[in-house]
């Protein structure tokens, strides 16, 4: 690819997606895949004004070997040095950017401890998460890996693969055209535009049907709001979590999921793929769930622990999103949870109630906000997709036909 388009892209990633500032710190995780570009993202986070760039490499057949080789309780285990960098990010508030260049099957056949492991690590560093929620920036964008390019394009040569996922990369994530920064603003405005209007119904409740079988109802919670697009942190600093970003979500209350919900593309988690699964609710627990291909990873999701059985994100997307146009499955969530509607088990967003930085996490719970160590996105956007909302005066408002918005 282009270096002036790559060059855009590092822009857009650094000044509207973490809103790198003057002073701050920024933490960049990648892959080994495009070190040029990273080194390209790291010199707009100084010209940015960041006062120090660490970037951590992750290459994941080293996760593999670590969980073939270490005991579950020296992998489970975090070390003191571990925490006292957690503990560095809550103190510093670092921008964090994330470029996601994954294998999708990168983490097959890992030793299942893995799993277990990564649960008791996540309860050890939630807190310092739970810390610095909502206090910094962080942004995740895309750059192609070899594997996964070639997984997307088999028939195509290595390099070939790279260059055409570089294009649907660019073109997914609006940082193909003259001006990117500009592209992205008035896409942001259109995304904010429809969640104003959805918080301006005043919704209770959604209700979806589709002819796949999905008939499915859940209660939004009172006071709650719909989100889109760039966020803002408590200090005023607009970011953008997520390039490419379509969703206007919000946070349901986890006590009224009622229903079957059928996946309508595969999930792929932790380099491995369910499909064609379904999961019933009731009174918000999912009570069943079936896959064709995958059931022990979707037990593990479910199962992750008690308030995984719960749903913490309803994401309203269109079927005429680029991403859905494009009709890549990219086995990314970053990108497949941006083709369709979804809903996501585990962890809710405090966000989306207004005045939730004035509330304790045991309001928040109390109003219905779910808590987890997960947060997994399924998608359940279908072609002929119908939602209705009804509304606190109990109007029935139709918000989706025929996969994409009414109004
Ligand atoms: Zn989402």
């Not at 040569?157 to 920064?181: C, N, Y």
């Not at 049907?209 to 499915?216: E, H, I, L, P, V």
Request: hydrophobic share 40%.
């Amino acid at each position: 690819m282009k270096k002036t388009v790559l060059k855009k892209y590092a822009r857009q990633i650094v000044r509207v997606g973490a809103n790198v500032q003057k002073g701050q710190e920024v933490i960049l995780m990648a892959g080994l895949d495009q070190p040029e570009f990273v080194a390209l993202v790291v010199e707009e986070c100084y010209r940015a004004g960041a006062k120090r760039v660490r970037v951590d490499w992750d290459y994941q057949p080293l996760t593999k070997l670590a969980a073939r080789w270490q005991k579950e309780k020296d992998l489970s285990f975090t070390k003191d040095w571990e925490k006292a960098r957690l503990q560095d990010m809550v103190d510093n508030l670092p921008a964090r950017i994330w470029l996601d260049s994954e294998d999708p099957d990168g983490l097959r056949g890992i030793h299942p401890r893995f799993f277990k492991a990564m649960q008791a690590r996540r309860k050890v560093s939630k807190p310092y998460r739970d810390a610095i929620e909502n206090k910094h920036q962080w942004c995740i964008a895309a750059v192609p890996g070899e594997a996964w390019a070639k997984k997307l394009y088999p028939a195509l040569s290595r390099h070939q693969a790279v260059e055409q996922l570089w294009k649907d990369i660019l073109f997914t994530s609006r940082a193909d055209g003259e001006d990117p920064m500009a592209d992205w603003e008035a896409h942001d405005a259109d995304l904010k535009a429809r969640s104003a209007y959805l918080n301006d119904l005043r919704l209770r409740s959604l209700h979806y049907q589709s002819a796949n079988g999905t008939d499915f109802t859940i209660g939004l919670i009172p006071g709650g709001r719909f989100l889109a697009g760039s966020d803002t942190t408590l200090s005023g600093v607009r970011y953008s979590p997520n390039i490419p970003t379509e969703e206007v979500f919000t946070t349901p209350d986890r006590r009224t999921a009622e229903g079957i919900v059928f996946a309508t593309k595969p999930l792929s988690f932790q380099g491995q793929l369910i499909e064609n699964f379904s999961i019933r609710f009731h009174e918000g627990r999912a009570v069943e769930w079936k896959a064709e291909k995958g059931q022990e990873v979707l037990d593990q999701i479910v199962t992750m622990d008690e308030q995984s059985h719960y749903l913490g994100e309803c994401a309203l997307v269109p079927k005429n999103s680029p991403i859905s146009e494009s009709g890549i499955l990219f086995f990314n969530t970053l990108f497949d949870e941006n083709a369709a509607c979804h809903l996501a088990l585990g962890m809710g967003f405090n966000e989306c109630v207004i005045g939730y930085e004035n509330m304790s996490d045991e309001e928040l719970f109390e109003k219905g906000v779910n808590d987890s160590i997960n947060h997994t996105d399924f998608m359940i956007g279908s072609e002929d997709l119908s939602i209705d909302g009804v509304t606190e005066d109990g109007r029935t408002v139709p918000l989706f036909r025929d996969g994409t918005w009414a109004f």
